[in-house]
């Protein structure tokens, strides 16, 4: 049974989607940074839902991201 058939179209929330994403530098990650662009995101309503941190040879993350949802209006 489809989702509108259990709870109609006005149930379902529709979502804006963002990803944030922060590159390796040379010092390594800059967390500081990561952590204000994130508040800040919050502040405006977005929540993070997933992380995403890719690995190169030996393991090593090359950049990490982290996956938002927004309410629609």
Not at 2 to 30: E, H, S
Request: aromatic share 10%.
């Amino acid at each position: 049974m489809a989702y509108n058939d259990l709870y109609g179209p006005a149930a379902r929330a529709a979502w804006a989607c963002q990803v944030q994403t922060d590159k390796l530098k040379v010092n390594g990650f800059d967390y500081g940074k990561t952590e204000e662009d994130l508040t800040e995101l919050g502040e405006d309503g977005w929540e993070a839902i997933s992380t995403l941190a890719p690995s190169f040879g030996s393991g090593q993350a090359i950049e990490v991201s982290v996956i938002l949802k927004h309410p629609t209006a």
